[in-house]
């Protein structure tokens, strides 16, 4: 697992910006340096802990696995309303297109080897990174081969509505915070 490592920066009181009084013309206490200029102090285990119960990590697992379900879920209800199964089969690949590379970079980034060091988590994250958006434009550019009667602005509805979910993630963890 990657060490973490959380800072925190200490303040002391109310400075005289947050008061609303303009503090441009003086000289920082700090001996020349001002707050934003500080380095950030290292933070105890017991805040570090607390921190990390506050804001827990979102799992790439759930968001990939909630997008498989809104691409079927949609796919699945334009084939029953509308009965046009070349729309559902293109909005349902164009869900693929997000899911399976998502899925990818996310068996890449958990693994044991991408989590030895803070270094190899990033050089990780890059080459999956990479390998996903390789995979999207392959899975996009052979769409009319794999769908027969491939309707492009279903693909992307399906595309589009898959990438959004990463935002509803954003709001899982926000939610989470309350």
């Not at 001996?31 to 105890?44: A, I, M, R, W």
């Not at 052979?142 to 954003?170: E, I, S």
Request: hydrophobic share 45%; charged share 20%; with cysteine.
């Amino acid at each position: 697992m990657a060490t973490e490592r959380y800072f925190r920066n200490e303040r002391d009181g109310e400075t005289k910006e947050q008061s609303g009084v303009a503090a441009e013309h003086e000289t920082p206490p700090t001996g020349g340096v001002s707050d934003e200029e500080q380095p950030p102090k290292p933070l105890t285990a017991e805040e570090a802990q607390t921190l990390r119960a506050k804001h827990p990590p979102i799992s790439p697992w759930r968001v990939v696995g909630a997008q498989a379900v809104l691409g079927s879920l949609v796919a699945l209800l334009v084939a029953i309303t509308t009965s046009r199964w070349d729309w559902a089969a293109s909005l349902f690949y164009g869900a693929a297109c997000v899911v399976l590379p998502g899925a990818l970079m996310a068996r890449g980034v958990t693994s044991r080897l991408a989590s030895t060091s803070p270094g190899a988590s990033v050089a990780s994250f890059m080459l999956w990174e990479g390998v996903k958006v390789v995979t999207s434009v392959v899975m996009l550019v052979l769409a009319p081969k794999v769908v027969q009667d491939l309707v492009w602005p279903a693909l992307l509805v399906g595309l589009v509505l898959c990438l959004k979910m990463y935002w509803v993630a954003l709001l899982w963890r926000g939610s989470k915070k309350n």
